[in-house]
């Protein structure tokens, strides 16, 4: 039975994920900020220009979206020397630095509730920045929000329909 519940935990993590993701960088239209911005504190009704953008797509075409404004979801990692968004939980587990994205942070400690968990994050895309020893594709600078998701499979298989 264990082996059938991790064998549907990786179906989801490796298929669903991706399609979430991928989903969401289909989103093409600016979203209205109604909430409070988790980094300024300001509630704002402007509309957000970052381009929502899979983070496939943003390792895949780094060229593309350098010094965009830009939204990825991921998993953030906020180590020492490595504060990393990866796809997903199973390449942080991994250390597959090559399936994320550096994070420009100056005071990791200040997000540590976003620590090893699924976040969006706003801020603009760096191709030149290559985070802890190069070791990264390019980096996301100049964040305006980092905010804790759901996890996306979860998110996936809730449903807000009217009850029968």
Not at 16 to 32: E, H, N
Not at 105 to 114: A, D, K, L, W
Not at 124 to 147: P, Q
Request: aromatic share 10%; net charge positive; with cysteine.
């Amino acid at each position: 039975m264990k082996t059938i519940i991790l064998k549907i935990k990786r179906i989801f993590t490796y298929i669903l994920v991706p399609l979430t993701i991928t989903a969401f960088s289909q989103c093409q239209t600016p979203i209205s900020k109604k909430e409070s911005n988790s980094i300024t504190g300001k509630e704002s009704n402007k509309f957000n220009t970052a381009q929502k953008v899979s983070l496939i797509s943003l390792i895949a075409n780094p060229e593309k979206y350098d010094g965009k404004p830009i939204a990825v979801i991921g998993f953030l990692s906020l180590a020492f020397e490595s504060k990393v968004l990866f796809m997903n939980k199973d390449d942080y587990d991994a250390g597959l630095g090559i399936n994320g994205i550096w994070v420009e942070i100056s005071n990791p400690e200040h997000y540590q509730n976003n620590n090893k968990h699924y976040v969006i994050i706003e801020g603009v895309f760096d191709f030149n920045n290559k985070g802890h020893l190069s070791g990264y594709i390019g980096a996301i600078d100049k964040i305006t929000r980092i905010d804790n998701l759901y996890h996306p499979i979860k998110v996936m298989l809730r449903t807000d329909t009217v009850s029968r």
